[in-house]
């Protein structure tokens, strides 16, 4: 099928906002090889503003997860009176095989034994597999800049949406203190995530004696993107933060423990992981040092 002939695009992505942000580098290079195709996005909500700035998106559906997998009726039911081109489909739905398609590429979930930007780029038989993007508009560059006007801020993220993959906070207070020594004239960009829960890990850290400004909760994705653009450097827990700045293609630092780093570290031109001592998806965060750390991003930003 030639690109050429292709129009109508759906591509059906995860809830979850890491994953989705990961499935924008084969998405971009759908954009590239089909010039002529519109997009239809079928994400959930929390992921739906990754997309809202992307070239020929046509419609953005948001599955929000029911009982007895409803959502996925719901999706079929948006989608049947459409006929695709193409579907692409990283959740391995049925419902990809009940609408009328052309072509058809279909990717299976669950665990796997390599990095989920290479996966999901074998299946459209990429090599290398293409980096995740951000799409941001000049509104949003306009908005960062208003709350991070010209300066040297090092982004810091310390949330995650699981206890079990954050580092602790005093941790992260100590880390910027020698960042501040290494760079001082650094400030502190602290990210998370919106709602109490999110604000409450976070504020120890916006509390701290230290040149901090708090660009948390309140800002959606593609403001979020324009501010990780504005930064020199990230650190952060594994979290669909850390994903979107990698993204962004500054220097990213994640931080893991009980969580796949052969699968999920960060993706971009300057992104590494750090990772906790003990059995991948098992250590602890509290085997994380803060000397560990910042040895890493030490030997991260020499590297760009």
């Known amino acids: ?174 880390l910027a203190q020698k960042i501040q020594i290494l760079f001082p004239k650094s400030k502190f960009a602290v990210f998370y995530g919106a709602g109490q829960q999110e604000y409450a890990m976070a504020k120890p850290l916006l509390d701290a004696e230290l040149p901090i400004i708090n660009v948390g909760g309140g800002f959606n994705l593609p403001e979020v993107a324009a501010m990780f653009q504005r930064c020199k450097g990230f650190v952060g827990n594994d979290s669909g933060l850390m994903h979107l700045a990698a993204a962004c293609q500054i220097p990213v630092l994640g931080l893991f423990g009980p969580s796949q780093v052969t699968e999920y570290a960060p993706a971009g031109l300057y992104a590494r992981a750090v990772v906790a001592k003990g059995e991948e998806g098992k250590a602890s965060m509290d085997n994380l040092s803060v000397d560990k750390v910042f040895d890493a991003f030490k030997a991260l930003y020499q590297k760009y």
Request: aromatic fraction near 10%; charged fraction near 25%.
């Open 1 to 174: 099928m030639q690109s050429s002939t292709i129009k109508n695009i759906l591509f059906i992505t995860s809830t979850r906002l890491g994953d989705a942000v990961i499935s924008t580098g084969i998405l971009n290079n759908l954009l590239q090889s089909c010039p002529d195709a519109e997009f239809t996005i079928a994400c959930g909500s929390v992921a739906a503003g990754i997309f809202d700035r992307m070239p020929r998106r046509k419609a953005t559906l948001i599955m929000e997860k029911q009982r007895y997998d409803l959502h996925w009726f719901k999706l079929w039911q948006q989608c049947i009176l459409h006929p695709w081109d193409m579907i692409v489909d990283l959740r391995g739905s049925a419902i990809s095989y009940t609408l009328r398609a052309k072509k058809r590429i279909v990717i299976r979930g669950g665990r796997i034994k390599q990095r989920r930007i290479e996966h999901l780029a074998s299946a459209l038989k990429l090599q290398p597999a293409p980096l995740p993007v951000a799409w941001v508009g000049e509104e949003d560059k306009e908005k960062a800049k208003q709350y991070l006007p010209d300066d040297f801020y090092i982004a810091l993220a310390p949330t995650a949406n699981w206890s079990g993959k954050v580092w602790d906070i005093n941790r992260f207070i100590a």
